[in-house]
């Protein structure tokens, strides 16, 4: 079965410390993306990549940071720097990153990360 | 900017209960809408989509029409389920610079449906 995965489902950090989540896709899809979702509150972008080792900044991507090394992984950091970062963190993938209208966004099942 | 306002929840209904969730958009030019589901615990799920004016999505017994005459898509359902309970996300797609699109996202509804 094609999909996204994440990893781990349940995250929990000691303030001050760096943690990575892991996005895999088996889809082939060209473009990946990171959100966070807050309770109450819509998704928000965090950092989305088009193509292998290019990325770029979303909407609230300080104190995040990621990498694109392989098309099927996006691995996304959160650092020490991210001020409040407790919050579910859901990836999603699509094909064909080239202003099409109607780009539909597959989501993996979402990592849920708590700071202690 | 481009932007997308939902009804705020919750919303409960009883079981075969007729569901209309409101969504309402603010964009330039001719941007395609979609609503998602999110169920407890899970991640999003694309429910249905509509690329231009007047298009109808539908799916699963669930119907939006794009309306451009009252930048609407509201969500419908003749008959709800228990099964039905999750959030509802109403989304549209926004070009960004180097002709590369991103979605912008409503806050989502949060729906209840008891037996």
């Known amino acids: 079965d094609g999909g996204i995965t994440q990893s781990p489902k349940y995250l929990f950090r000691k303030e001050g410390q760096n943690v990575t989540l892991s996005c895999e896709q088996n889809?082939?899809?060209?473009?990946m993306y990171w959100y966070r979702q807050d309770p109450g509150q819509g998704l928000r972008l965090i950092y989305y990549?088009?193509?292998?080792?290019?990325?770029q900044k979303g909407d609230i991507a300080e104190g995040y940071s990621v990498s694109r090394e392989k098309k099927e992984s996006f691995p996304l950091t959160v650092t020490s720097a991210q001020k409040n970062p407790t919050a579910f963190y859901l990836c999603a993938s699509s094909i064909f990153w080239t202003g099409r209208r109607d780009n539909e966004q597959f989501f993996g099942p979402g990592t849920r990360l708590t700071v202690l | 900017g481009n932007s997308v306002t939902q009804m705020e929840g919750p919303v409960t209904l009883s079981e075969e209960a007729f569901l209309t969730i409101n969504c309402t958009y603010t964009?330039?030019?001719?941007?395609?809408l979609f609503w998602y589901v999110q169920y407890p615990g899970e991640g999003l799920q694309l429910l249905l989509k509509?690329?231009?004016a007047d298009d109808k999505g539908s799916n699963k017994g669930f119907e939006a029409t794009y309306r451009k005459e009252t930048t609407s898509f509201h969500l419908e359902k003749g008959s709800v389920q228990v099964s039905d309970s999750a959030v509802y996300f109403c989304a549209l797609s926004d070009r960004m610079a180097g002709n590369n699109r991103k979605l912008i996202w409503g806050l989502g509804t949060s729906l209840a449906v008891n037996p």
């Open positions: 990549s088009q193509i292998v080792n290019d990325f």
């Open positions: 509509a690329t231009k």
């Open positions: 964009a330039t030019g001719y941007p395609s």
């Open positions: 889809l082939n899809h060209d473009a």
